[in-house]
């Protein structure tokens, strides 16, 4: 193991047998390896620390923190704090990493050094794996206007300076299942500096079993309102099959009235 790794990847897990092998072959598959690579176990009650274990004991870059469920702020800041490298790349259990992402990221920081964040663009794949479509959101400075709004700054896609970080005082609690948004505004309003890297350089999962999925009860009426939103509106038709008379109508409306979004309507 290098003992002092350019970047730290911080991986909180709980539960997530069905996708781990794809997130941490994605990681350890990277162009750049000069990595260190933090998985906390938050006390999964399923096969998921087996999992990392087998991994651990292939490749030296893994630090298993193996610990009872305190959630995910805790493990976050667990593994900020042992992180050697000076720049934290997040990641989550159920997504998948392209290859070139730290490539990429370390490239932005090196071509400008007064940065303190970047993020990338995502590309959507479902429960099964299938793409979706690309994600939609504004440019930075739109972006860093209407965070109170809603973040669009995917936080598994994230890479920061870990001094920045720390000296903020970390991940709080202060927005339950929002610490990431609560995180881009106390960076914002300390003058940090982010960084928009428009390319796709994640899988971002939309996973039924996650917080923010659960807002519907029909997975796929999800789905199918993030193709509206992500500005691929023919494509809601693919999951007719999967919904109620009722959401079809709500949706067909969504499709036809896009301008009645949030979103579009932006500061």
Same mark, same amino acid.
């Given at each position: 193991?290098?003992?002092?790794?350019?970047?730290?990847?911080?991986?909180?897990?709980?539960?997530?047998?069905?996708?781990?092998?794809?997130?941490?072959?994605?990681?350890?598959?990277?162009?750049?390896?000069?990595?260190?690579?933090?998985?906390?176990?938050?006390?999964?009650?399923?096969?998921?620390?087996?999992?990392?274990?087998?991994?651990?004991?292939? =490749?030296?870059?893994?630090? @298993?923190?193996? +610990?009872? #469920? %305190?959630?995910?702020?805790?493990? $976050? /800041?667990?593994? &900020?704090?042992?992180?050697?490298?000076?720049?934290?790349?997040?990641?989550?259990?159920?997504?998948?990493?392209?290859?070139?992402?730290?490539?990429?990221?370390?490239?932005?920081?090196?071509?400008?050094?007064?940065?303190?964040?970047?993020?990338?663009?995502?590309?959507?794949?479902?429960?099964?794996?299938?793409?979706?479509?690309?994600?939609?959101?504004?440019?930075?400075?739109?972006?860093?206007?209407?965070?109170?709004?809603?973040?669009?700054?995917?936080?598994?896609?994230?890479?920061?300076?870990?001094?920045?970080?720390?000296?903020?005082?970390?991940?709080?609690?202060?927005?339950?299942?929002?610490? =990431?948004?609560?995180?881009? @505004?106390?960076? +914002?309003? #300390? %003058?940090?500096?982010?960084?928009? $890297? /428009?390319?796709? &350089?994640?899988?971002?999962?939309?996973?039924?079993?996650?917080?923010?999925?659960?807002?519907?009860?029909?997975?796929?009426?999800?789905?199918?309102?993030?193709?509206?939103?992500?500005?691929?509106?023919?494509?809601?038709?693919?999951?007719?099959?999967?919904?109620?008379?009722?959401?079809?109508?709500?949706?067909?409306?969504?499709?036809?009235?896009?301008?009645?979004?949030?979103?579009?309507?932006?500061?």
């Amino acid at each position: 193991m290098n003992v002092n790794p350019i970047i730290s990847v911080v991986m909180p897990v709980y539960n997530a047998e069905q996708y781990l092998d794809q997130a941490i072959e994605s990681i350890l598959n990277q162009t750049f390896d000069d990595f260190e690579f933090i998985i906390i176990n938050d006390g999964s009650l399923d096969s998921s620390l087996a999992i990392i274990r087998k991994y651990e004991r292939q =490749d030296k870059r893994i630090f @298993l923190i193996d +610990k009872d #469920n %305190g959630g995910i702020v805790d493990a $976050l /800041n667990d593994g &900020l704090r042992i992180a050697k490298g000076k720049f934290i790349a997040r990641m989550d259990s159920d997504d998948i990493a392209y290859p070139n992402r730290f490539e990429k990221q370390i490239k932005v920081f090196g071509d400008n050094p007064e940065i303190d964040l970047v993020y990338t663009d995502t590309k959507l794949i479902d429960k099964n794996g299938d793409i979706i479509c690309d994600s939609w959101r504004p440019n930075l400075e739109k972006t860093l206007l209407n965070l109170e709004i809603h973040t669009f700054v995917p936080h598994p896609t994230v890479m920061f300076k870990k001094d920045t970080v720390l000296n903020l005082g970390g991940y709080t609690m202060i927005r339950p299942h929002a610490e =990431d948004l609560d995180l881009w @505004l106390r960076m +914002k309003n #300390n %003058g940090c500096k982010f960084f928009y $890297l /428009n390319k796709n &350089l994640l899988y971002y999962r939309l996973n039924p079993n996650s917080v923010r999925a659960n807002a519907h009860d029909n997975y796929w009426y999800k789905v199918a309102t993030r193709v509206i939103t992500s500005g691929y509106r023919l494509r809601i038709f693919k999951y007719y099959k999967y919904l109620s008379n009722k959401e079809r109508l709500i949706l067909l409306i969504k499709m036809i009235f896009p301008q009645s979004y949030f979103h579009r309507r932006l500061k």
